[in-house]
């Protein structure tokens, strides 16, 4: 057996420096439980004040007044004192985040990291210093890539609160002042204009023409116009017109509201402690490491125990001996560079991912793509451009449809899907100049890029113009406005006076269809004008509202050339209809290719939206998803018990006019079902959901900072498709992943089974020493292992259903092909080393044979390890991977160092080898690589699963 001479620690100190790190990792894993568990705490106990029974939006302006006791000329500054005593500041408070040292114990909580500290302090037992300080060295650099890639987990609610404005108008005393945003109270009066962020949740009191930009809190794509009527108790807060929210932006218009919440209170606030709340899965690779390692510890434990009892009791060893042996045995068994390769494996996948515009912000999101079955995207900005465009236009004797999309102004218009000369067409011609001039916005080139500066409906319509070969300049100057009726939502309708250089004078009507066909008389057709025939025009709204699209209606009246000022009586009836016009958000070119290319991988997408039913159906149908003709409303979900509803989010890929609860219970149930959710979205409404899925993806451009900070992955182009070039990824990581595993389990558990077999045999020395073993195991991590981490995609990678995440990481093809590979390395390698023994060598010349014997069979294995299934015997197979052979041949000059330098003769007890000996050990060495490829021939002919050399066989 070993020596006794290389242990001369003693053994009540070696137990005391076993059991020091033990118990300072119990200490700080009970203080890390008690943490989270306080934090918790903390949590319900800020829910339990959270009170939002009062239906602000179902009272009438007065009786909100009333309520909250507010003059009409604001309140008084004694009253803003004790309101701000009992309300506190208008701010979200900022959570207790783990402390650093909370979040760097927390990197050690893996079954893997215990089984190599397990490692370390047995190499420190033994007085390996360099080696436990490499060991140890690993386990400290991955807490810190760690600790770095999760340093911003709770940047999530900060971001929430800087979406507050700092500075708002107010109305007190009578008098009109700017304060600081965390000085309102509730009862406040704040006026409303143009360009101003909401700082806290208001009911709207007065409105002229006010339009608020609420996408990034309902998913609206449109600014939603504000009026001060009622709504119903059970209004959605999408449809709450009386409303307006902290975080909302007001695009148009002016008004007056009164403050109803503030802080934690607000709408945004609610959003905060729902982030706060969510606690993120583990992903399906730490959930299966953790078991497996769990397994591996336990079996590892297990036969050291064994062999001390036998070595003791059968072969009669003492029992000093036979703990070194174990020992030796443990030293072998273990992994020591896995939890490192696996770091490393996924670095490097989120460095691939970059290169693709998905930035990862979590390591361990890198394999968990691979895993997802289920992607729920918000329309809005993702699945969508976020740019209104007019797709139709419908006369009186014809359906035109518009190409180009968006604010670009590249395109045109068909007929029947032919080019069609609007030059040719005076009545055309006529509805374009008429949206161009009642338009009050403007479109603003920036390069290549386009914008609109005002609303973006309006810029549509400029587009559609342009489209149609006006130029909005020239038609405004050639028809200068003398006077308007801005657009309010009690009338529903925008209109202009215009004069002409030659002395013509018109009014031009846009608005709500219903509102302006009923103040129409006649219509403009190939007779010039007729009477106007209702039924066929509410025909052809109803068809485009069907299709998804927004309707809007265009109608003219001539005026008297020296009329100069606009009245209500003078749009008031008589108009002809021109025509009608309908917009829509449309999709993503690019997003269709990819939900193709995720339906062949077996991933079903999802659209989960705030926009209404028909025009969520719509654009579904654009997209192609599996089940377009059906949508679930947000209305209707919360009618739905959760057992009711997991059986509906299997079939139904629509969901519209939803809430941010509404999207949290949609991932939940989904997950319930065994789905691995990713969810995509870019607003404050999608963070609670981002948080809880397994993967949360944000657009990077159009995302708020709030979507960004509680999302696992960014997209840097804000595209769909980058989600499935993301996948793919993910799906190659995971196979390196599994790949290099089954690379290193057969390398240690051949050397398991040559200690293990000189023990049964009763050999008095070991073949190989635990320093040795410790060589073998880091160099060949470093080398070989790290190779499989650059292995490009498997054939057919997008072409196979996703891994199932239950699926544990020792399959029972795996389990068979480590026994197998550890079996030819055990017996090639005792083979040999009992070969030179009995040519009377030195011991230490043996154990060099042995040690390189070993090494050679990792290199051959490695070529095989490339594919699990597919041959290797090809040029591709061979040469394929340039790293391969780079990591070879570093490898092969670190043995030729351990075998002929003395100081490493020395350290190792290693001997030089004559050229002789080197030929045996690569024939012995390279049989390795041709029987495992007949295995993998064999396995293949009776494998009935597809795809032969992916990771899902076996």
Not at 194 to 216: C, H, M, N, P, Y
Not at 305 to 323: E, I, N, P, S
Not at 420 to 446: G, H, K, M, T
Request: glycine letters at 8%; a negative charge; charged letters at 20%.
């Amino acid at each position: 057996m070993i020596d006794l001479a290389i242990w001369p620690m003693s053994l009540e100190t070696g137990w005391l420096l076993a059991l020091a790190p033990a118990a300072a990792l119990a200490i700080a894993a009970a203080w890390l439980v008690w943490h989270r568990r306080a934090s918790r705490g903390r949590g319900d106990a800020v829910a339990a004040t959270d009170d939002r029974s009062t239906p602000w939006h179902s009272l009438s302006a007065t009786e909100v007044l009333e309520r909250l006791a507010t003059p009409e000329t604001g309140l008084e500054q004694a009253e803003i004192e004790r309101r701000r005593g009992a309300y506190g500041p208008n701010r979200l408070p900022e959570a207790k985040a783990r402390s650093s040292l909370a979040r760097f114990l927390a990197q050690f909580h893996n079954v893997l990291i215990y089984v190599l500290i397990g490692a370390g302090i047995v190499v420190t037992l033994l007085q390996h210093w360099v080696d436990a300080g490499v060991i140890f060295g690993v386990v400290l650099i991955n807490a810190i890539i760690g600790f770095i890639q999760e340093g911003k987990a709770e940047d999530a609610l900060r971001a929430i609160r800087r979406m507050l404005s700092p500075h708002t108008l107010v109305l007190r005393n009578g008098v009109r002042r700017e304060i600081s945003a965390e000085d309102l109270v509730p009862g406040d009066l704040v006026p409303l204009q143009t360009g101003d962020r909401i700082s806290a949740d208001l009911r709207i009191l007065r409105t002229k023409g006010l339009q608020v930009d609420e996408s990034a809190l309902t998913g609206e794509s449109l600014p939603v116009e504000k009026d001060t009527a009622p709504c119903p108790v059970n209004t959605v807060l999408a449809d709450r017109r009386n409303m307006s929210y902290s975080g909302t932006l007001v695009t148009r218009g002016q008004g007056l509201g009164v403050v109803i919440a503030t802080g934690t209170m607000t709408e945004l606030g609610r959003i905060s402690a729902l982030v706060a709340d969510v606690h993120q899965l583990t992903t399906p690779l730490l959930r299966q490491v953790a078991q497996f390692g769990r397994w591996l510890t336990a079996a590892i434990l297990t036969l050291a125990a064994l062999t001390f009892v036998f070595g003791l009791l059968v072969r009669g060893q003492t029992a000093a001996d036979m703990f070194l042996a174990a020992v030796g045995l443990a030293v072998a068994a273990i992994p020591e560079g896995l939890p490192a390769i696996m770091t490393i494996t996924l670095a490097i996948g989120v460095r691939r991912m970059a290169g693709r515009n998905a930035i990862i912000r979590r390591l361990p999101a890198v394999e968990t793509l691979g895993t997802v079955g289920v992607i729920c995207s918000d329309k809005t900005g993702t699945l969508t451009r976020n740019e209104m465009t007019v797709e139709t236009i419908a006369t009186a004797e014809q359906r035109l449809t518009l190409s180009g999309s968006g604010y670009d102004p590249h395109g045109g218009i068909l007929r029947e899907g032919i080019d069609y000369r609007p030059e040719r067409d005076s009545r055309l011609r006529e509805l374009l100049r008429a949206v161009v001039l009642c338009n009050d916005s403007d479109l603003i080139q920036d390069g290549e890029d386009w914008s609109v500066n005002g609303d973006p409906m309006e810029g549509a319509l400029l587009v559609a113009g342009l489209k149609g070969g006006l130029d909005p300049a020239i038609v405004t100057r050639d028809w200068p406005r003398t006077d308007l009726i801005p657009f309010e939502s009690e009338h529903q309708f925008m209109a202009t006076l215009h004069h002409s250089h030659a002395g013509e004078a018109f009014v031009y009507v846009k608005g709500a269809p219903e509102r302006i066909l009923a103040m129409c008389a006649h219509q403009r057709d190939t007779t010039g004008e007729s009477e106007l025939d209702r039924a066929s025009w509410q025909a052809r709204i109803e068809a485009l509202a069907a299709a998804g699209q927004r309707v809007l209606a265009v109608a003219v009246k001539p005026v008297p050339a020296e009329q100069v000022e606009l009245s209500f009586a003078d749009v008031d009836g008589d108009l002809t209809l021109l025509g009608l016009l309908g917009l829509i958000d449309p999709p993503r070119p690019e997003a269709v290719a990819a939900i193709r290319r995720c339906r062949a991988a077996g991933i079903r997408v999802k659209m989960i939206t705030g926009d209404h039913a028909s025009t969520a159906r719509a654009i579904a149908a654009q997209l192609d998803l599996a089940n377009h003709r059906e949508a679930l409303t947000g209305g209707e979900l919360e009618t739905l018990d959760d057992e009711v509803l997991c059986e509906r989010v299997e079939r139904i890929d629509v969901y519209a006019r939803v809430s941010p609860e509404h999207k949290l219970r949609l991932v939940s149930r989904l997950q319930e079902r065994g789905h691995v959710v990713a969810m995509t979205g870019d607003g404050v409404n999608d963070a609670p959901a981002l948080k809880r899925a397994d993967v949360g993806i944000a657009m990077g451009n159009k995302g708020t900072e709030v979507a960004k900070e509680a999302a696992e992955m960014v997209l840097a182009d804000d595209n769909f498709a980058s989600i499935a070039h993301a996948v793919e990824e993910g799906r190659t990581v995971y196979d390196n992943l599994m790949k290099s595993i089954l690379f290193i389990l057969p390398t240690n558990g051949g050397e398991a089974l040559i200690i293990l077999g000189a023990i049964l045999l009763g050999f008095a020395e070991l073949p190989i020493t635990p320093v040795q073993i410790l060589w073998v195991n880091m160099i060949t991590a470093v080398t070989l292992a790290l190779a499989l981490a650059f292995e490009p995609p498997e054939r057919g990678v997008m072409r196979r259903p996703p891994r199932n995440a239950r699926q544990p990481v020792l399959t029972p093809l795996f389990l068979w092909r480590i026994l197998f590979v550890s079996l030819i390395l055990m017996a090639g390698t005792f083979s040999l080393f009992l070969w030179e023994l009995g040519r009377e060598v030195h011991l230490d010349y043996a154990r060099t044979v042995a040690v390189n014997t070993l090494v050679a069979f990792e290199i051959f294995y490695l070529f095989n390890a490339r594919y699990i299934l597919d041959p290797v015997l090809n040029r591709e197979g061979l040469i394929g991977n340039r790293y391969v052979l780079i990591a070879i041949g570093v490898l092969v000059l670190m043995q030729l160092a351990l075998t002929y330098l003395g100081p490493m003769q020395t350290l190792f007890q290693t001997a030089a080898l004559d050229a002789a000996t080197w030929g045996r050990i690569v024939l012995v060495a390279a049989s390795v690589l041709f029987l495992v490829e007949i295995e993998k021939a064999v396995v293949r002919r009776w494998c009935t699963r597809p795809r032969p050399g992916s990771v899902e066989h076996g």
